[in-house]
């Protein structure tokens, strides 16, 4: 089974950067896209990111030119780089994996990682 790990969130003052990592472990199949997700307090959980297996990548509007999804060095690894951050960026960060294990597909989730934009 493959468990997903984020990284990288913290505190970070309006228009800074910040860089979230989230790295899977196991041995799948494949990956067939990457994904990250963003919850603010009393909000649904929303869309921000994919990366597909192709390369190509897809942003919800309020992050596009802020945030760029990419590949880590790391095998099975995504990035979540973030810059001009904005109060409304704060929110707990998840990672999302379509997992191919030659048998069938699944939907892996991380554990979320909490970014607090504030002066």
């Known amino acids: 089974q493959v468990q997903l790990v984020e990284s990288g969130g913290g505190l970070v003052q309006p228009g800074g950067s910040l860089t979230l990592s989230c790295a899977a472990s196991g041995n799948p199949f494949g990956i067939l896209r990457m994904s990250w997700y963003r919850q603010a307090p009393g909000k649904e959980r929303e869309l921000v990111a994919h990366?597909?297996?192709?390369?190509?990548?897809t942003y919800s509007d309020s992050v596009k030119g802020r945030f760029t999804i990419s590949r880590g060095n790391a095998k099975n690894t995504v990035l979540l780089q973030m810059n001009n951050l904005i109060l409304e960026d704060t929110a707990v960060y998840y990672c999302n994996f379509q997992v191919d294990y030659e048998v069938g597909y699944d939907d892996v989730w991380g554990q979320g990682t909490l970014v607090t934009v504030s002066s």
């Open positions: 990366r597909f297996s192709s390369g190509r990548t």
